[in-house]
């Protein structure tokens, strides 16, 4: 769970609150579009990025989801609890992320202060050392225990 606002100024548990992307660039990756890279070394264990965007219901997510397909959009939503975040028009750079099956990021889920009844939000963090300028991939299956 992240740290509140109040908590005390130098508290370093708000990374949700903060959004910072400054350890990722995007570029075109050559092979599957754009895709997120480190702008730093990042140690294992470190948070790199939230992926935001608009917090919708699964009633929305089904709508969304049928324009997608006929405008062919990529599908930049992921599943937060009873919620989906859809990065598709408002969101970070995190929707970048590509996958690969030996992804070097892993996808958490927290709880944030004051947000809606059972929303997780999603962040992306290191799950190994990641090199600058290496490619910062993740599992798109990560909720399917659940
Ligand atoms: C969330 S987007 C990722 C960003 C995307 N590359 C872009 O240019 O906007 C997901 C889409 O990226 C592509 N993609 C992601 N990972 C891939 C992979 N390992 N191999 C091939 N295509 C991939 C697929 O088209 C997928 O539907």
Known sequence: MECPSSCQTNCTNQ?????DVSNTF?????????????????????????????????????????EYKKSKTFPYVYKAGPFYIDA?????SAKYANYSCNFN??????QLDGKLDGFVALGFFAGRWIKKGEEQTIDYNYDVDE
């Open 105 to 110: 990021m892993r996808t958490e889920k927290w």
């Open 88 to 92: 598709t028009d408002r969101g970070n």
């Open 26 to 66: 995007v570029a075109n990756t050559g092979t599957t579009g754009l895709g997120l890279f480190a702008a730093t070394d990042i140690k294992k264990d470190e948070f790199v990025i939230a992926f935001t965007g608009d917090v919708i219901s699964s009633k929305e997510y089904e709508k969304r989801t049928l």
């Open 15 to 19: 990374n949700f609150k903060n959004n």
